[in-house]
């Protein structure tokens, strides 16, 4: 009989267990088990592959040359474990195969869609994980697209008040500047005007200067009777005969 002690089997590490998901029950037996088997705590206790059954079945399965060229019958034979039917030996190898499948199908670049093989409830197990991760990934995908789409409109309404503002500065400077040009018209407008004004009152001015200079001249003439030459000229004589007399009084 082919025994192999906890030591060996503890060498070996298999995070997972596998546990018979179809009947198979040992409840009612006589038959002898060994020490490897683990029942479960049903009502209908089921085998249980732990991880020591199972790296004992590897091992047979290898020997043999592989599970496409291993059967039920000589896997149990080369196990020889006691309480391990064929029934039991033949769904874990199914499984066992199935496994060796989808692992390929998973490291198979060319093949990125085979993520779980498996059957019984096994495979309602894992065909829900994937589905949950499916849902999942969809829900992350829609989350993210909202996600951009409020990024993107809370961008654009950002844009569009910095727009407002701008368009309301700009009309506000148009406003000013439009004072500022009507302030300007205006003032060269007043201006004109008074240069016309003034224009006209130095041309005023001007005229009224030349009458009343020409008036004046015209006037103090008439007013005033001037002496003809001869007329200054026996003046003139008359003086230096005065001081001449006067001289010769004076001297006598």
């Not at 997972?16 to 088997?37: H, I, K, N, R, Y």
């Not at 499916?134 to 996600?147: G, H, K, P, V």
Request: proline share 4%; net charge negative.
């Amino acid at each position: 009989m082919y025994q192999v002690s906890n030591s060996s089997i503890s060498s070996h590490e298999k995070p997972q267990s596998f546990e018979d998901s179809q009947g198979g029950s040992l409840e009612g037996t006589s038959l002898p088990v060994d020490a490897c088997l683990v029942l479960t705590t049903d009502p209908k206790p089921r085998l249980r592959w732990t991880a020591e059954l199972h790296e004992r079945f590897v091992d047979a399965v290898t020997q043999l040359g592989g599970p496409d060229k291993a059967t039920p019958k000589t896997i149990m034979r080369a196990m020889g474990v006691k309480g391990l039917t064929l029934y039991h030996l033949k769904s874990h190898l199914q499984k066992y195969r199935l496994g060796k499948q989808s692992f390929k199908e998973l490291t198979d670049p060319s093949n990125k869609d085979a993520s779980c093989l498996s059957e019984g409830p096994g495979a309602s197990t894992c065909s829900s994980s994937k589905m949950m991760n499916q849902d999942m990934n969809e829900s992350f995908q829609i989350t993210e697209a909202l996600r951009i789409q409020m990024e993107v409109q809370r961008r654009l309404h950002e844009q569009l008040e910095v727009q407002r503002h701008l368009q309301l500065r700009l009309e506000a400077q148009g406003k000013y500047l439009q004072s500022i040009l009507e302030k300007a018209c205006q003032a060269l407008a007043d201006q004109t005007i008074a240069s016309a004004g003034l224009e006209a009152a130095r041309q005023e001015l001007s005229e009224l200067a030349t009458k009343v200079s020409n008036g004046c001249l015209s006037s103090h003439c008439d007013a005033v009777n001037l002496p003809s030459l001869p007329e200054i000229h026996a003046i003139h004589v008359d003086e230096n005969t005065y001081h001449q007399q006067t001289q010769l009084t004076d001297c006598s």
